[in-house]
């Protein structure tokens, strides 16, 4: 009865001590995809549009296309995106009510958003926070020092279109 006993803890020991095999795979996403509502997409504007359309106003319901340019790489909660040219620079997506999140790794990747496109004075601590989730660094977080004017975009639905 001791030799099954200590055969049994000799077993227990050594199988703890083995690595288990990582059945994790890569995503792939290679598209189309829906995230929140799903959206139509026909009508999207680039984000040279979007700026046309939203002069002399506070805020426009529209349907957007940009590609991806960072996600939250905390959970997927906001990206930004960029218009393809330097001059219309960026936006700032959120979703609504928090209803949804975005893969973490499609930076690069195209994406049409539909929802509500506004302008909004976004605080020094929001700023951190965002850069925080960004993963910028304790210095890069403390450069922040001022509020910022920025386009931003509450999307009640996306679709991640299929890689180029």
Known sequence: MRILVL????????SCGQEQASTEEA????????????IETAGAVSLAQLH???????SVNITLQ????SVCQAKGCWMN??????????IFVKF??????????IAGQEVVLDGIAYKELTSVDELRHYAEDAG???EEMDAITEPKEELKFMAHGVKLLAEK
């Open 52 to 58: 046309e359309k939203l002069a002399g106003k506070d």
């Open 96 to 105: 609504k009510d928090y209803g949804f999140f975005m893969p973490m790794d």
């Open 81 to 90: 995106l960029v218009g393809g040219d330097s001059v219309n620079g960026e």
């Open 66 to 69: 940009a590609t991806v340019e």
């Open 27 to 38: 995503i792939i996403h290679s598209g189309p995809e829906y995230f929140g509502e799903k």
């Open 7 to 14: 055969l049994f803890a000799a077993f227990v020991l050594h």
């Open 136 to 138: 910028a660094s304790q």
